[in-house]
């Protein structure tokens, strides 16, 4: 037997020392994707979702308002777990007041929007103790358990509510038209998300977005900007045209993080970094002008 070799003393074979670390390597690799994937787990405990099913919202986004999705949107973050999609901020059911301070609308309004939300059975109201009780329905938006399986886009709520703040309802009704058109694995805008093999995506660019979901291209160019100065998305040139890709701390479709994703949440905290050291430029420049 040479030194390259040794002799297994659970089965008494000689097997070669190379074939031995390959197996450990690939055995460590193996060790830290559990790892990883039990990470995850673990964030995800923390880190609660909505899932937003795509065939039922792409048929909602034909028939309201771009401002009207924009308040779909921001009622996301408010759905009570295990509390059957009922509304909640601070601990109480909302009211009408509690919506209307979300939304940014007037009382008049809000209630307008709400009524539109509950005729086409988006909202759901019930009375509890005389009470007006908002929750979403689960054929939409379900947290906690799904009721179809439907592809679906998973929003991360903590995050989203923090985010949606500084939008408009216009770019946040945008950012839920685009919810089912990113790709699961790539987080790329493309006409066949669902496509497993990576070489055939066929990434959207700004005028083929703008059919997909109906909008202006010029207006959606300003929505767009508006989005990725926010932080949602990323606007980059592939093949010399715009290509879009969203921020998977936001939006997300897959089981578990993997590298990749690491990678696109850098390229984002990049991006953010950069803005804000363009904004403290600009604000000292604001500064020493007087």
């Known amino acids: 037997m040479d030194k390259n070799s040794y002799i297994d003393l659970g089965t008494g074979e000689v097997k070669s020392k190379r074939e031995y670390k390959?197996?450990?390597?690939?055995?460590?690799?193996?060790?830290?994707?559990?790892?990883?994937?039990?990470?995850?787990?673990?964030?995800?405990?923390?880190?609660k979702w909505i899932a937003c099913f795509h065939?039922?919202?792409?048929?909602?986004?034909?028939?309201?308002?771009?401002?009207?999705?924009?308040?779909?949107?921001?009622?996301?973050?408010?759905?009570?777990?295990?509390?059957?999609?009922?509304l909640v901020k601070d601990g109480e059911v909302m009211r009408i007041a509690d919506i209307r301070e979300v939304i940014g609308r007037t009382k008049r309004s809000t209630i307008t929007i709400m009524n539109k939300l509950e005729g086409l059975n988006v909202i759901l109201k019930r009375k509890e103790r005389n009470r007006n009780i908002y929750s979403l329905n689960p054929h939409y938006h379900s947290i906690g358990k799904l009721l179809h399986s439907d592809?679906?886009?998973?929003?991360?709520?903590?995050?989203?509510?923090?985010?949606?703040?500084?939008?408009?309802?216009?770019?946040?009704?945008?950012?839920?038209k685009i919810l089912p058109h990113f790709h699961y694995q790539t987080y790329y805008?493309?006409?066949?998300?669902?496509e497993a093999d990576l070489n055939e995506i066929k990434h959207?660019?700004?005028?083929?977005?703008?059919?997909?979901?109906?909008?202006?291209?010029?207006?959606?160019?300003?929505?767009?900007?508006?989005l990725q100065s926010e932080g949602f998305i990323m606007i980059q040139k592939l093949s010399n045209t715009d290509a879009f890709i969203v921020n998977p701390d936001i939006m997300f479709r897959k089981d578990v993080e993997d590298e990749y994703t690491d990678?696109?949440?850098?390229?984002?905290?990049?991006?953010?970094?950069?803005?804000?050291?363009?904004?403290?430029?600009?604000?000292?420049?604001?500064?020493?002008?007087?």
């Not at 792409?58 to 999609?85: A, I, R």
């Not at 805008?189 to 669902?194: C, E, G, Q, S, T």
């Open 22 to 47: 390959l197996q450990n390597i690939k055995q460590s690799q193996e060790y830290k994707k559990m790892l990883k994937r039990e990470e995850y787990r673990d964030r995800q405990r923390s880190r």
């Open 55 to 86: 065939q039922p919202i792409q048929k909602l986004s034909e028939v309201l308002e771009l401002h009207e999705l924009g308040v779909v949107m921001n009622l996301l973050p408010y759905t009570k777990f295990k509390g059957n999609g009922k």
């Open 151 to 176: 592809p679906f886009t998973k929003v991360y709520q903590l995050a989203a509510r923090k985010m949606l703040r500084n939008l408009t309802l216009k770019q946040a009704g945008i950012l839920y």
């Open 189 to 194: 805008l493309a006409h066949n998300p669902n």
């Open 204 to 226: 959207m660019n700004q005028r083929e977005l703008a059919q997909a979901i109906h909008e202006d291209v010029r207006t959606l160019r300003t929505h767009m900007k508006a």
């Open 263 to 290: 990678v696109v949440r850098e390229q984002f905290y990049r991006l953010q970094l950069k803005r804000s050291q363009e904004l403290d430029v600009q604000l000292s420049a604001v500064t020493s002008g007087k």
